[in-house]
């Protein structure tokens, strides 16, 4: 009885004690999480568009035209093409990262809390854990009184613990 409840015992500290994420990572700052891949796939009406400035809407709506002219098949074999949506692709992030529409959406992304990031956030997580675990442990043995010897004997037991109680 007493090592089936032993085994239960630690089974339970060891998957409690697995660590889970509770949130999200910090994220490249340089594109954040709705900027889109391929700004060529979007519409006019899209939001995130409408941001960009009138240059670069007007570069997007051409380069929109000429890849419907071309199919898939041909966007492979045409590299200059290619290589034109991969450098508005580039330049329209990199604007959109520095917009103030996208900054004031999220104005601190590196930060898990008011006073915290999220590195801090996991080593305080890890460590109330790990207190936690380490304080039910002791008060797992003190509730099947393995924490200490029985005192119940009718002889003096000398404590070798080194420990006082």
Same mark, same amino acid.
């Given at each position: 009885?007493?090592?089936?409840?032993?085994?239960?015992?630690?089974?339970? =500290?060891?998957?409690?004690?697995?660590?889970?994420?509770?949130?999200?990572?910090?994220?490249?700052?340089?594109? +954040?999480?709705?900027?889109?891949?391929?700004?060529?796939?979007?519409?006019?009406?899209?939001?995130?568009? !409408?941001?960009?400035?009138? #240059?670069?809407?007007?570069?997007?709506?051409? @380069?929109?035209?000429?890849?419907?002219?071309?199919? #898939? !098949?041909? =966007?492979?074999?045409?590299?200059? =093409?290619?290589?034109?949506?991969? *450098?508005?692709?580039?330049?329209?992030?990199?604007? $959109?990262?520095?917009?103030? $529409?996208?900054? @004031?959406?999220?104005?601190?992304? #590196?930060? $898990?809390?008011?006073?915290?990031?999220? *590195?801090?956030?996991?080593?305080?997580?890890?460590?109330?854990?790990?207190?936690?675990?380490?304080? =039910?442990?002791? *008060?797992?043995?003190?509730?099947?009184?393995?924490?200490?010897?029985?005192?119940?004997?009718?002889?003096?037991?000398?404590?070798?613990?080194?420990? +006082?109680?």
């Amino acid at each position: 009885m007493k090592s089936t409840c032993l085994t239960i015992c630690l089974t339970t =500290l060891a998957l409690a004690a697995c660590a889970v994420p509770t949130h999200e990572q910090p994220r490249d700052i340089s594109a +954040p999480a709705d900027c889109p891949k391929d700004w060529t796939t979007l519409w006019a009406i899209d939001s995130r568009v !409408k941001q960009l400035p009138v #240059e670069l809407r007007q570069e997007l709506s051409t @380069l929109r035209d000429e890849r419907r002219l071309a199919t #898939e !098949k041909d =966007l492979d074999k045409n590299p200059e =093409l290619k290589a034109k949506v991969d *450098d508005f692709n580039r330049r329209a992030t990199q604007w $959109y990262a520095t917009s103030a $529409y996208a900054i @004031l959406k999220d104005p601190s992304p #590196e930060m $898990y809390s008011i006073s915290q990031t999220h *590195d801090a956030g996991d080593r305080n997580i890890d460590i109330s854990t790990n207190q936690n675990m380490r304080i =039910l442990t002791d *008060d797992w043995n003190r509730f099947w009184l393995w924490g200490f010897p029985s005192m119940l004997s009718p002889t003096p037991i000398m404590d070798t613990s080194g420990q +006082p109680r």
